[in-house]
């Protein structure tokens, strides 16, 4: 029998550390979709502000300052690794941001969801006739299970992409 040692194989976490360091540098199509989605969320904060102003019913009556600051702050600085992305054009250089920001979507939706100051029915109201059948099926019962889903894998997405950023710059920088 021999002492030798077999060559290690490496772990599935390795392997997935070294393809997501391999392509931390993000093509022009990749900076241009994150671009994209930047705007697209842009756009749909928009119409919640409008929602808002026209004073439609979405927002109830009762909705307080801080519940508002925390929808409309969650969704603004959710676009930021977005934009990080497309500037920077790195993965791995956005990911402390991914996380703030989940951090920041889990408070808001846990805030939110304990209050609730929502009416669904009212979500279509700026959209011409034709189009409101894409939002006519979201009623509070969705709603609040979409949210419980986002809160549900934002408690498992922050240390995931918290153990991600760290493996992956200590890949990029050389030491591992």
């Known amino acids: 029998m021999?002492?030798?040692?077999?060559?290690?194989?490496?772990?599935w976490w390795d392997r997935h550390v070294?393809?997501?360091?391999?392509?931390?540098?993000?093509?022009a199509s990749d900076r241009a979709g994150n671009v994209i989605g930047a705007v697209?969320?842009?756009?749909?904060?928009?119409?919640?502000?409008?929602?808002y102003s026209s004073s439609s019913g979405f927002f109830k009556e009762d909705i307080t300052d801080i519940e508002l600051g925390l929808f409309f702050w969650a969704a603004i600085f959710g676009i930021s690794?977005?934009?990080?992305?497309?500037?920077?054009?790195?993965?791995?250089?956005?990911?402390?941001?991914?996380?703030?920001?989940?951090?920041?979507?889990?408070?808001?939706?846990?805030?939110?969801?304990?209050?609730?100051?929502?009416d669904f029915e009212h979500l279509d109201d700026l959209l011409p006739?034709?189009?409101?059948?894409?939002?006519?099926?979201?009623?509070?019962?969705?709603?609040?299970?979409?949210?419980?889903?986002i809160a549900i894998v934002s408690l498992f997405m922050v240390p995931y992409t918290t153990a991600l950023y760290l493996s992956v710059r200590?890949?990029?920088?050389?030491a591992a």
């Open 2 to 11: 021999t002492n030798e040692k077999s060559p290690s194989v490496p772990s």
């Open 129 to 149: 006739g034709p189009l409101r059948f894409m939002l006519n099926w979201i009623n509070d019962g969705v709603a609040r299970a979409f949210m419980w889903f």
């Open 170 to 174: 200590k890949k990029l920088s050389g």
């Open 81 to 118: 690794p977005s934009i990080v992305r497309a500037t920077v054009g790195s993965r791995n250089i956005s990911r402390p941001l991914d996380i703030l920001s989940t951090i920041f979507v889990l408070i808001a939706v846990l805030v939110l969801l304990s209050s609730f100051p929502f």
């Open 40 to 51: 697209f969320s842009v756009i749909v904060i928009l119409y919640f502000i409008e929602l």
């Open 18 to 27: 070294s393809k997501e360091a391999n392509k931390d540098v993000l093509k």
